[in-house]
């Protein structure tokens, strides 16, 4: 067999071929000019994920993938939802691998159905061999995360977006998707023309079991209609009971909550609890669900509030996705550092599953999630039929720009290079195609670029800090509170020193030359306990032109002789001993 013809081989004809076969696949890449340590991340972050798949057999990828043997090796929602997006984008063979993985134990996922008194395919939580139900009898999720076969059916149907391959929708995708139409068609539970699925647990493990969960119910009714697009596409009549079951369906519809206007509660009853992960926002994305822009825009600030501080990595993978489409400051950056910065290990830049280092190593269901902000992020992918949607951004800290080459669709190869001012879209092979762009539908064909704006939301804002370089002196740092994520326009983010509470700290931004300031505004999710000081920099120094008593207050709204200044820095006093350190979510200033 292969081993056997391998052995046959010299150590030097292995290493020549072995590099061979890497350089291929890396002419399907992610760079970032300018920034070593973040470049090293990603490279490490697509070394792994490729390492765990290949094109040529129908197995799926385990959160740790090859690495290890953490959670059995079992497969879970981690492979479509954080890790497949990465690999379909630049290795569309690779990605093959997970979405035929479903096809070949959807009997597992009959069988699932069955046993439970559902029609079609409930594919296991976690999942090996023959797609039987295999999760620890005495673990409630494989009970209870049922939104698996939602997460599946999406996968599907983004490969055959992505490829285009109506022969595989029909031999492979379609008896997917038809499965996963059926189990949540029979699932969920009628109420006069409403529809409720009751007993579940959603992404977020902490809260179970619950009813009318709001990523289930919303996924549920997506996969009613995603299967009744294949169906169309493919000239196959989807029955009548998917489109009732999906209109039908309870999703949460937003409420006030946490001073926020617009926010989708988590289930029902939700008392504005901890959550362990991304559950709602997922909303927005992958999954595209159709709600006002305030609405992901709440989703997003209110849910970042109230997540388990030491909950996975790819939380903030999608945070920074969402933060990116809805052009909030440059909040996408702060979330990208919080994705990373905590989880990841010398010497090889491998992620850890919690924030505290704890749980399985090498996590590739957060390196995946961390990939997805390079490709989906500030490139603004997204799948469709008829072409690829692009909508670019970047924040000033990725000033010297960041290229997808190889980016892969529909049997065509692009690279996309975002600029600092200008996007250029380039076809090096295959037929012409559109993008979808903000401004509508762009032609693209090979030897005629397309230049797109690359969109800046801090442009045009008269808040000096906005996006500006930021900086703190403490004795230790918070790498999940990094110093941008007071001045990145985001209500949800902060900074704070992770310092010896008897130690006085500093929080520094620079104005990128002289400017006018004379009035300051801060917004503190935890606030001094005592007197601070707001100082401005001049060519003589540091001069100190407020001082801000502690009050009640989670806002400071200050005002001081104008004045020019190239730096505003903070000094916060120690806190006293026993009291939680402040936390800085927003410093804005203005003439």
Not at 517 to 543: C, F, K, M, N
Not at 552 to 566: E, I, L, P, R, W
Request: glycine share 8%; aromatic share 10%; net charge negative.
């Amino acid at each position: 067999g292969a081993a056997a013809h391998a052995s046959t081989r010299s150590p030097r004809t292995v290493r020549r071929s072995n590099a061979v076969a890497w350089a291929a696949e890396w002419r399907h890449d992610v760079v970032v000019p300018g920034q070593p340590e973040l470049q090293r991340r990603i490279h490490a972050a697509m070394f792994y994920l490729l390492a765990s798949a290949r094109p040529d057999v129908d197995a799926s990828i385990s959160p740790v993938g090859l690495s290890a043997g953490g959670y059995n090796d079992h497969v879970f929602w981690d492979a479509e939802t954080w890790m497949y997006p990465a690999l379909l984008a630049l290795h569309p063979d690779d990605a093959s691998t997970v979405v035929d993985y479903r096809f070949r134990t959807r009997h597992g996922a009959e069988r699932n159905a069955e046993s439970t008194g559902y029609d079609g395919m409930r594919f296991a939580w976690e999942s090996a061999r023959s797609g039987d139900e295999v999760t620890p009898t005495w673990a409630e999720t494989g009970r209870l995360e049922q939104h698996v076969t939602a997460d599946v059916a999406l996968a599907q149907w983004q490969y055959y977006l992505a490829t285009g391959d109506q022969d595989w929708l029909r031999a492979r995708g379609w008896p997917v998707l038809r499965g996963a139409a059926e189990f949540w068609a029979s699932r969920a539970e009628p109420d006069g023309d409403r529809f409720h699925i009751t007993d579940v647990e959603g992404p977020d493990e902490e809260n179970w079991p619950v009813d009318d969960e709001v990523y289930t119910n919303a996924t549920a009714a997506t996969t009613l209609r995603l299967a009744t697009r294949a169906a169309q596409v493919l000239g196959e009549t989807a029955p009548g009971e998917w489109a009732r079951a999906a209109d039908g369906l309870v999703v949460q519809p937003p409420q006030p909550l946490g001073g926020f206007d617009q926010v989708r509660p988590e289930f029902r009853g939700y008392a504005e609890q901890q959550v362990k992960q991304a559950d709602a926002v997922l909303l927005t994305y992958p999954w595209e669900y159709q709600q006002p822009a305030a609405v992901d825009r709440d989703d997003l600030d209110y849910y970042a509030l109230h997540y388990d501080p030491d909950g996975p990595a790819m939380t903030d993978s999608v945070n920074s996705i969402v933060a990116a489409q809805l052009g909030q400051g440059c909040a996408d950056w702060t979330y990208t550092r919080r994705s990373v910065d905590p989880f990841v290990k010398a010497p090889y830049e491998q992620f850890t599953e919690a924030r505290s280092g704890q749980g399985v190593f090498t996590f590739l269901t957060g390196e995946g999630g961390f990939l997805q902000e390079f490709l989906y992020g500030y490139p603004g992918l997204r799948w469709r039929a008829d072409g690829l949607a692009l909508d670019p951004t970047l924040p000033p800290v990725l000033a010297e720009g960041l290229q997808l080459t190889g980016l892969r669709w529909q049997g065509r190869s692009l690279d996309v290079d975002l600029g600092e001012e200008a996007t250029t879209v380039t076809l090096r092979h295959g037929a012409p195609m559109v993008v979808h762009t903000p401004a509508g539908a762009q032609p693209l064909a090979a030897g005629a670029p397309l230049t797109l704006p690359t969109r800046h939301p801090e442009a045009g804002s008269d808040d000096l800090a906005l996006c500006r370089p930021a900086s703190a002196h403490v004795t230790t740092a918070d790498p999940s509170a990094p110093p941008e994520a007071a001045v990145d326009g985001s209500p949800a983010t902060a900074w704070g020193p992770a310092s010896d509470p008897a130690t006085p700290s500093t929080f520094t931004v620079r104005l990128g030359g002289d400017r006018t300031v004379g009035h300051a505004t801060l917004s503190w999710l935890v606030r001094p306990l005592a007197t601070y000081e707001i100082q401005v920099h001049r060519p003589d120094g540091w001069h100190t032109v407020a001082e801000v008593a502690s009050s009640a207050s989670d806002a400071d709204d200050v005002a001081f002789g104008v004045t020019s200044a190239d730096a505003v820095r903070l000094k916060l006093p120690p806190t006293r001993r026993g009291a939680e350190n402040p936390r800085l979510a927003e410093l804005s200033l203005t003439s």
